[in-house]
């Protein structure tokens, strides 16, 4: 009988020389326990810069600043719904929270964000998106439309980073980038100033490829002038795109599931996706399926809720029980049904997000 481990702890192993080369920490075992929620119990988030401030925070039932970002550049797709699932968790927490609708980084940093204009229409939808999915208004605030505080801020923190420093984390100095840089590290720094929240642990969850922004970030708020905790970062495991060693993308609309796509898009990008299915039914009947390299069942180990629904899908892929055309219509059918609400709630909340875009 094949090994079973549906929360595919063993893949961590992976991820072993990220722990050497970025000195990051491993999520430790004791917090993993105390957070009762799926990212973490599957061992979806992986590592840690100092999130033990913000666990005594929970514990303590203390606030803390939950603050994440996400840059306006395209229509959402599930792995921003990952980003924001961990927001509503902390959120449910007790958090002071912070979500950033990125439309002015977008346009600073993506080559095919042609104006602002662009941007603010992506950021409406966005918006609509994270309300739907439960976000308030309150949480939820557009960069093109802050304070002039906010402002004043992001231009303090350029004043306290060298463009050496800039060329030595990201090896360019492209000026759109710089700015885009500038206010991401205001997104996550201001929510300490005094007329926000004030000095608290603050957490915010990333792809570890993001690891160089939140490493400038703890570097940067010890020359500011203000009393700031050093920012916590949680770490998502990687997401892959639908296809065989594809990355999530937009510009590829087949590698990912867009919270906007319909239900045929889903069914055919499932369909065609990459599996851990056999060459012949017959060898997957008696070697049983891959669900460790599947791209479907990543989808379900990151998004499907049931505990026991994600082990059936492990146990019958293993034992070859169930073959992947099968398996594959489950996660059809639960994927359009979460879809079609969610489009629904998204479209009663247009107006909503126009305004906080708009004004
Ligand atoms: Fe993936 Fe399901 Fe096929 Fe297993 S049976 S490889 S989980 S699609």
């Known amino acids: 009988m094949p090994k079973i481990d549906p929360w595919g702890s063993a893949a961590i192993t992976d991820y072993e020389h990220v722990f050497r080369e970025f000195g990051l920490g491993k999520f430790p ?73 990125c439309d ?14 662009q941007a603010k229409e992506i950021a ?22 802050r304070e002039k505080e906010y402002y004043g801020f992001a231009f303090e923190l350029g004043k306290k980073i060298t463009a050496s420093t800039f060329e030595a984390i990201y090896g360019h100095l492209d000026l759109g980038k710089v700015s885009a840089n500038l206010l991401q590290y205001a997104d996550i720094l201001h929510c300490q100033l005094p007329s926000y929240s004030g000095k608290m642990p603050s957490v915010t969850g990333i792809g570890l490829d993001q690891d160089p922004h939140a490493r400038a ?22 997401q892959s795109g639908l296809k065989e060693g594809s990355k999530m993308s937009s510009s590829d609309p087949d590698t990912a599931i867009f919270l906007s796509d319909s239900q045929a898009d889903v069914k055919r990008k499932i369909g065609n996706c990459f599996t851990g299915g056999r060459n012949t039914a017959e060898e997957q009947r008696r070697a049983g399926g891959r669900p460790e390299i599947c791209k479907k069942y990543e989808i379900d180990l990151f998004h499907l809720e049931s505990d026991a629904k994600l082990r059936g899908i492990f146990e019958k892929c293993k034992s070859g029980k169930r073959l992947c055309g099968e398996c594959k219509q489950l996660t059809i059918e639960y994927l359009n049904g979460f879809l079609q609400q969610h489009q629904a709630k998204a479209k009663k909340n247009l107006g909503k997000a126009r305004k906080l875009v708009f004004g």
Do not use: W
């Open 124 to 145: 409406v939808q966005n918006a609509a998106d994270a309300l739907a999915l439960g976000l308030s208004e309150k949480d939820i605030r557009v960069q093109s439309g």
């Open 29 to 101: 075992e004791s917090v993993r326990k105390q957070l009762k929620h799926r990212f973490f119990q599957r061992n979806i988030i992986i590592a840690h810069r100092e999130f033990e401030k913000v666990a005594e925070r929970i514990k303590q039932k203390k606030p803390f600043i939950n603050i994440t970002g996400i840059a306006s550049s395209g229509p959402y797709h599930l792995g921003h719904k990952v980003d924001i699932d961990l927001f509503l968790f902390f959120k449910e927490h007790g958090a002071k929270n912070y979500f950033c609708v």
């Open 104 to 117: 002015l980084d977008a346009y600073s940093s993506r080559e095919k964000i042609k104006t602002v204009q």
């Open 217 to 238: 970030v703890r570097d940067l708020v010890k020359r500011l002038p203000y009393e700031m905790e050093v920012p916590s970062f949680i770490y998502f495991r990687h």
